[in-house]
T-cell receptor
Framework: KAGVTQTPRYLIKTRGQQVTLSCSPI?????VSWYQQTPGQGLQFLFE???????NKGNFPGRFSGRQFSNSRSEMNVSTLELGDSALYLC?????????????????FGSGTQLSVL | GQQLNQSPQSMFIQEGEDVSMNCTSS?????WLWYKQDPGEGPVLLIA?????ELTSNGRLTAQFGITRKDSFLNISASIPSDVGIYFC???????????FGKGTRLSVIA
C-alpha cells in the first residue's frame, strides 16, 4: 500500500506570491490533516479535513486555506506569502472509517513539502 | 492553547548507552504518542499510549503514560547509530481533536 504522498517536495517562492501544496492520503483513508513544521515552533496544526469538510482548524491566519476532494486528496493554499511562511508542510492521513475518529487510529505522515519564501 | 514541554532539547550519547526523554503538559491528555523523524522524512509513530499508568514497549523503546495524564516518558535502551533523529511527543484529548506536539528532542549517537 502506498504511503501518504506530497507534491512537490521542494518549492521556492517569493514574498507576495501564492502557493498550492498537494497531498494524496493512503488509499482508503478519509481524514487528512496538515501541519507546519519550523525549527523554532515544532509541528503546528493547520487544519483537518474529513469527507470534504473542514473538521478542525488551528490558529493560523486566513491566508492559509485548504480543501479536500471526493477522492480524499487534499490541497492547501497559502496566499500572499511572507518570509515567515518558510517551513516544512506535512500532511497526515488516518482511516477514520466511521467518522467518529477513534483515538487508536494511527496518523501516518507524508515526507512533506519544504517551502522556502525569498 | 495547549503546549507540551519536551526535554531535553538535544542529547549526544555514546553508542550502547540508554536514553531518557520526557514530555510534560499543564493540560490533561487522554492519549500520548511518541514519533521519530529522520532527516527529510515525516514523523513515524513509535509508541501509542491510551491509559494512565500504561507502560508499553516496542523493541528497545519503552514509553509510559504518566499517572496524572499530564506527562509521558520515552526510554531507549542500548542505543545504536540508527536511533539518530528527532523524537517528538504528542498528546491528544479525544479522537476528534488534533494532536499537540512537543518541540522535539534531537538525538545524536556517537559510535
Amino acid at each position: 500500500k502506498a504511503g501518504v504522498t506530497q507534491t512537490p517536495r521542494y518549492l521556492i517562492k517569493t514574498r507576495g506570491q501564492q502557493v498550492t501544496l498537494s497531498c494524496s492520503p493512503i488509499s482508503g483513508h478519509r481524514s487528512v490533516s496538515w501541519y507546519q513544521q519550523t525549527p523554532g515552533q515544532g509541528l503546528q496544526f493547520l487544519f483537518e479535513y474529513f469527507s470534504e469538510t473542514q473538521r478542525n482548524k488551528g490558529n493560523f491566519p486566513g491566508r492559509f486555506s485548504g480543501r479536500q476532494f471526493s477522492n480524499s486528496r487534499s490541497e492547501m493554499n497559502v496566499s500572499t506569502l511572507e518570509l515567515g511562511d518558510s517551513a516544512l508542510y506535512l500532511c497526515a492521513s488516518r482511516a477514520d472509517l466511521t467518522g467518529f475518529a477513534a483515538t487508536n487510529e494511527k496518523l501516518f505522515f507524508g515526507s512533506g513539502t519544504q517551502l522556502s519564501v525569498l | 492553547g495547549q503546549q507540551l514541554n519536551q526535554s531535553p532539547q538535544s542529547m549526544f550519547i555514546q553508542e550502547g548507552e540508554d536514553v531518557s526523554m520526557n514530555c510534560t503538559s499543564s493540560s490533561i491528555f487522554n492519549t500520548w504518542l511518541w514519533y521519530k523523524q529522520d532527516p527529510g522524512e515525516g514523523p513515524v509513530l513509535l509508541i501509542a499510549l491510551y491509559k494512565a499508568g500504561e507502560l508499553t514497549s516496542n523493541g528497545r523503546l519503552t514509553a509510559q503514560f504518566g499517572i496524572t495524564r499530564k506527562d509521558s516518558f520515552l526510554n531507549i535502551s542500548a542505543s545504536i547509530p540508527s536511533d539518530v533523529g528527532i523524537y517528538f511527543c504528542a498528546g491528544q484529548t479525544s479522537g476528534n481533536t488534533p494532536l499537540v506536539f512537543g518541540k522535539g528532542t534531537r538525538l545524536s549517537v556517537i559510535a
